[in-house]
């Protein structure tokens, strides 16, 4: 019967794996839809190849595998900086004290669709019409990381978000319309916000500090950005550190309510 010594199961066993498999699951949501998506899954492979090896006492291939997992992770910390830096902030801004924020961490455990509190209509519709005119215009909404400090940068708001309120905002003699918007659930919170700004090189030329200032809080945390060009009235939207392709503002309506359910 020692054969079948590996059915028993302990209660802290179960929670070593159901820990594990959280811990992957927030690291895939960190680089899914990126470049490191890639990386993250060929680390994985390798690093079943290595305790198969290991299993079937391949000792070689074994050493080989482990060498390789061992002088890898110095130089995951270069490669996954970014994400690295987004998990850290994510895990520092949990707030375990609320129930409302305990559940947001966990809510990959309820249903996918949720309902948003954020009315994604009434910004679209004004990011439409600032288009249409050309305005200039830097949105960024919060999902679960704290984003107190950029907004200490701004000036405080407690407005509730509607299409007419942005517009006037953004509208190029307001003394608002410099810097960020930020918006949290369904309430403006600040204005004129400074944001860090993304040195990545690849960004091309012809977008400005304001796209590179959405790519930068994007990359800094899980916040997503709208930005409305004043050069061309295009409305981009950003999310985690890069240009989010869709077809029409219905399109992009969709992709919000996804990402902030």
């Excluded at 059915?7 to 990126?34: C, N, P, Q, T």
């Excluded at 019409?129 to 919060?142: P, Q, Y």
């Excluded at 869709?246 to 992709?255: A, N, S, T, V």
Aim: glycine share 6%; aromatic share 10%.
């Amino acid at each position: 019967m020692d054969s079948f010594n590996f059915l028993d199961f302990r209660i802290l066993d179960i929670l070593d794996i159901v820990l594990v498999a959280v811990l992957l699951y927030y690291i895939y949501k960190l680089v899914k839809g990126s470049a490191a998506i890639n990386i993250f899954i060929g680390i994985v492979i390798i690093y079943l190849a290595w305790k198969l090896t290991q299993l079937l006492q391949m000792e070689m291939l074994s050493s080989v595998f482990g060498e390789f997992i061992g002088v890898g992770m110095f130089a995951l910390i270069v490669v996954f900086q970014q994400e690295i830096r987004k998990f850290l902030l994510m895990v520092g801004s949990t707030n375990f004290g609320t129930k409302r924020n305990f559940l947001r961490q966990l809510k990959f455990m309820r249903d996918d669709v949720s309902e948003v509190s954020t009315d994604i209509k009434a910004i679209l519709k004004a990011c439409e019409n600032m288009g249409k005119t050309n305005t200039g215009a830097l949105i960024v909404i919060k999902r679960s990381t704290s984003l107190d400090f950029v907004k200490s940068s701004g000036d405080k708001m407690n407005i509730e978000v509607n299409q007419p309120i942005i517009e006037s905002i953004f509208y190029k003699n307001s003394t608002l319309h410099d810097g960020a918007m930020i918006i949290e659930d369904n309430k403006i919170t600040a204005t004129r916000t400074i944001l860090p700004v993304s040195n990545d090189r690849s960004i091309p030329l012809r977008f400005g500090l304001r796209h590179r200032a959405a790519v930068g809080i994007s990359e800094k945390t899980d916040a997503v950005a709208l930005v409305v060009s004043e050069e061309s009235g295009q409305t981009n939207y950003i999310k985690d550190g890069s240009f989010e392709i869709y077809d029409d503002f219905q399109d992009l309506e969709r992709k919000l309510e996804n990402d902030l359910s």
